[in-house]
């Protein structure tokens, strides 16, 4: 069945017990694992990984994992990511046999509306399928309020919008700034709160974006010298190591799944293209150097060592005396991402 942006919230939050398999597909790749993520928490199932590759190799295999137990009780879920054209028919069987025990969730980027895999899905009543595109203008500002909701922030129109243009409309990058937000002003689905400019100008996306996401780019591209200049002139007992990090954690965020539909054969001149206003003119010349340089694998170690970098600076000083200053920390990771930027 092919849902529609009116159905598909209920469908994710209110599971039907006879859909067997979920297809989450289109450009915008984070609101698809956002409502995946929806539909496992509605379930209360666990992910269980599966690789397109398998399931090409053995289909069976598909059918095999959605019927069996799990061992250590509960609900599972079983989550293909990318999915591509290999698990046509293992998705197949899946859809024609008995009913599983847990349920499928295939994540896949732009699908052609001549693919059989998208044809399985809108056609099979035991099956939904779901196209995501990056919202603008209204449907941005109902995303970042329904977000909201759900984190307990209560969102107005403007502060809406402001939200939405701050994060390029990316629903990932505005879930966690409105997880951020909520812990600022103690919002809570159970005492909500009303999320107010004030707020946003204290730690929002947009605070002093603009000179952090400059070091977080410099050291993506490769531009070492630069770089090195702009490490030189931040105040060496500054507080800028956090949001620092968090913006090369957002820009990670936006390229992870644009240089993956790269590597799934798409041209990257029609990745850009499909970014459509997400992204500034300005921006588009040195993210397409990015998307050049960085492998998927190598977006995500530099994402990992930046989570790492997060949390080792923000764990209580149990020893301060025996810890890098966080400056000197944020530099010497800055410079290590410039100089592997430089070598690909």
Not at 99 to 127: D, H, M, N, W
Not at 152 to 181: H, T
Not at 211 to 227: K, P, Q, S, V, Y
Not at 242 to 254: F, K
């Amino acid at each position: 069945m092919k849902a529609n942006a009116a159905a598909i919230g209920r469908a994710v939050d209110q599971p039907n017990p006879a859909t067997r398999f979920y297809l989450f597909h289109g450009p915008d790749e984070s609101q698809s694992r956002a409502l995946a993520a929806r539909l496992l928490e509605a379930l209360g199932a666990s992910k269980f990984l599966v690789t397109a590759g398998s399931v090409k190799s053995d289909p069976a295999s598909l059918v095999d994992e959605a019927s069996a137990m799990s061992l250590f009780g509960g609900k599972r879920a079983i989550w293909i990511e990318p999915a591509t054209k290999d698990i046509e028919e293992g998705v197949a069987s899946l859809l024609a046999g008995p009913a599983p025990e847990s349920i499928v969730v295939a994540i896949a980027g732009a699908l052609p509306t001549s693919s059989a895999l998208r044809k399985l899905a809108e056609s099979s009543p035991q099956a939904i399928a779901f196209a995501s595109y990056l919202p603008e203008g209204e449907s941005a500002e109902r995303m970042v309020v329904d977000l909201g909701r759900r984190v307990g922030l209560k969102v107005s129109s403007p502060v809406a919008a402001r939200l939405a243009e701050a994060c390029s409309n990316d629903q990932a990058i505005v879930a966690q700034e409105l997880q951020k937000l909520a812990l600022y002003v103690g919002a809570a689905p159970e005492t909500p709160r009303e999320l107010e400019h004030d707020a946003i100008d204290a730690v929002g996306a947009d605070n002093a974006e603009g000179d952090f996401l400059r070091l977080a780019d410099l050291a993506l591209t490769g531009e070492l010298n630069e770089l090195a200049g702009e490490l030189a002139r931040l105040p060496a007992g500054g507080s800028e190591a956090i949001p620092v990090i968090r913006s090369l954690q957002r820009r990670l965020l936006m390229l992870a799944p644009l240089r993956a539909r790269i590597e799934r054969g798409e041209r990257i001149d029609a990745v850009m293209t499909s970014t459509g206003r997400s992204l500034f003119f300005k921006e588009k010349t040195k993210v397409q150097r990015m998307l050049s340089k960085w492998s998927a694998r190598e977006l995500a170690t530099v994402a990992g060592r930046a989570g790492s970098l997060e949390r080792d600076l923000t764990r209580p000083r149990l020893r301060p005396d025996s810890r890098t200053p966080e400056m000197e920390a944020l530099g010497e990771e800055l410079l290590a991402i410039a100089r592997k930027a430089r070598s690909l």
